[in-house]
């Protein structure tokens, strides 16, 4: 499968503890995006990367969330001390310059 | 303050009939507009895009009008098929390869 893949699909975890995602976009894609999504919402933009680069981050994005993408090629989004209301899906995309983004399976996230 | 909005309520029409789905958006000024299809716990799948300066895209039974006067943009599904119930996603983008702002999107079901 050449598609983007996010690992792990679903986690559970309790208030208070940290959580890390981990997307791979697809190969030859420079851009690599992240959004989280709610129940009856559409994505929110989080960040985005072009190659290493952090070029953009939302609002939303409070300091208790973090992302990388060290080569250029996967990325981590890391929720320290989790709360109730991260709870949501995190989709993660990716594209090149030309083209439009192509979203992974999503992480889906449960803070108990 | 900017929105985005998608038909509110779920939309359930008879196979083989046109399905329209509109997505109005205030203050903003995008430069293209994409539309999504998203099936439950899945990614959003990218349909199409159409630019600021098109009026109408077509693409095998999808069709996707932007009227950047009235802010609009219909989303048609000619010949429905069951296989066509999901979630339908309108974005926003404000410059090619920049961050997606999404609508709530409009539920679709197709009754055979």
């Known amino acids: 499968d050449t598609g983007v893949s996010q690992d792990p699909r679903h986690k559970i975890t309790k208030r208070g503890q940290n959580v890390t995602f981990r997307c791979d976009p697809i190969s030859e894609h420079n851009r690599l995006y992240w959004y989280r999504q709610t129940l009856g919402q559409g994505p929110e933009f989080l960040t985005y990367f072009q190659n290493e680069a952090q070029l953009e981050k939302s609002r939303l994005l409070s300091d208790r969330f973090s992302a990388e993408r060290p080569k250029g090629s996967f990325s981590t989004l890391e929720i320290q001390r989790t709360e109730q209301g991260d709870s949501a899906m995190y989709l993660c995309?990716?594209?090149?310059?030309?083209?439009?983004?192509?979203f992974g399976p999503g992480t889906r996230l449960t803070v108990l | 303050s900017q929105k985005i909005e998608q038909n509110s309520e779920a939309l359930n029409i008879q196979e083989g009939k046109t399905a329209t789905l509109t997505c109005n958006y205030t203050?903003?000024?995008?430069?293209?507009l994409q539309w999504y299809r998203q099936d439950p716990g899945r990614g959003p799948v990218f349909l199409l895009l159409?630019?600021?300066?098109?009026k109408e895209k077509r693409k095998e039974r999808l069709k996707v009008t932007f009227d950047t006067t009235l802010k609009q943009s219909l989303f048609h599904i000619t010949a429905s098929q069951p296989a066509d119930s999901a979630t339908y996603l309108c974005?926003?983008?404000?410059?090619?390869?920049?961050?997606?702002?999404f609508g709530a999107g409009t539920i679709l079901r197709v009754k055979s």
């Open positions: 974005a926003l983008e404000m410059e090619y390869g920049n961050k997606l702002v």
């Open positions: 159409i630019r600021e300066n098109e």
């Open positions: 203050n903003y000024s995008p430069a293209y």
């Open positions: 995309a990716s594209s090149l310059e030309t083209t439009s983004e192509f």
